[in-house]
């Protein structure tokens, strides 16, 4: 069975230069960056702000190409880059990888209904995407993910008229439905409230538990990390400085780890 995920000396750097003037240096987000996931895990990445975590969520999915040199990133055995360039196969590597961010995760004027079932168009026709032409089943398939998420009642309403904490459980929905095998969550519940953070996070757990799916988040809340995931990859300065088990890092590596930044690093969950 090939890894869920594997990367391998994954670097990316960024050309720094002030408006109209030559690149003057280089700066390295990410820096020999190298992991793996054989089983399907809740990897929660954290890091102080600046220390590369959407940056390798971007490099995972192919938004971001990493510097020349750089190992393969695969997905399920298949590349989606190496050596600074795309892999042949990051479309069906894709197909795989769900997502979702902090916000604008849902397409505002479409239906939550149609917004979750564009999750089909990775294996379906495009053209019967485009014209909304779902078989029955899909539909089916559509309204259980709803259900699952909690949302089923709110299926005609349109995005943008939902709330966020709705809207992030609409991109749950459509990665069910997308049956992804690893969803790249980006800090998705930075921008809502405790309560349905927590929700949130449950779903995130649910999906990785029932579904097998698992999950690659990145969290400002140490704690949020700490409890929802089972592994934490740490960056800082774009290195890898800790990876193992939740409950393997102590409160004064977290310190050193963030530095004055570990007073706004928790969210005390008030359970
Ligand atoms: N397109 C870009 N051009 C130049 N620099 C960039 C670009 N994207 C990211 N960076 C820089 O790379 C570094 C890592 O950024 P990244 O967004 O990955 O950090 P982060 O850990 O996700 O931060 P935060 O927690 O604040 O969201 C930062 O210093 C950032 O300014």
């Excluded at 002030?18 to 929660?44: I, M, W, Y």
């Excluded at 943008?160 to 790249?184: E, F, H, N």
């Excluded at 349905?196 to 990390?225: P, S």
């Amino acid at each position: 069975m090939p890894s869920l995920v594997d990367v391998q000396s994954l670097s990316k750097s960024f050309a720094l230069k002030a408006p109209g003037e030559a690149p003057t240096r280089h700066f390295k987000a990410l820096d020999d960056v190298s992991f793996t996931l054989n089983r399907p895990q809740r990897v929660g990445l954290i890091g102080p702000s600046g220390s590369g975590k959407s940056t390798l969520l971007r490099s995972l999915s192919g938004l971001i190409v990493a510097d020349e040199g750089s190992g393969p990133i695969t997905v399920m055995g298949r590349t989606v880059q190496a050596d600074g360039r795309l892999g042949a196969e990051v479309r069906s590597a894709r197909a795989d990888l769900g997502m979702i961010a902090q916000q604008f995760n849902l397409v505002g004027r479409l239906s939550l209904f149609t917004n979750v079932a564009l999750g089909l168009l990775g294996r379906i026709p495009p053209v019967r995407g485009l014209f909304g032409l779902w078989t029955a089943e899909e539909k089916q398939r559509v309204m259980q993910a709803l259900d699952t998420v909690g949302i089923a009642d709110k299926a005609s309403q349109r995005a943008k008229t939902l709330s966020g904490g709705q809207q992030q459980r609409g991109a749950i929905a459509r990665a069910i439905v997308q049956d992804a095998r690893l969803l790249l969550a980006d800090e998705p519940v930075a921008s809502l409230d405790p309560v349905t953070a927590r929700k949130v996070m449950e779903l995130l757990v649910h999906l990785n538990e029932e579904r097998g799916v698992g999950v690659i988040v990145t969290l400002h809340q140490v704690d949020y990390a700490m409890k929802y995931c089972d592994r934490i990859l740490a960056l800082k300065d774009g290195k890898i400085v800790y990876d193992g088990p939740s409950d393997g890092l102590s409160a004064d590596r977290l310190t050193e780890i963030y530095g004055p930044e570990i007073e706004q690093a928790y969210w005390r969950d008030p359970s």
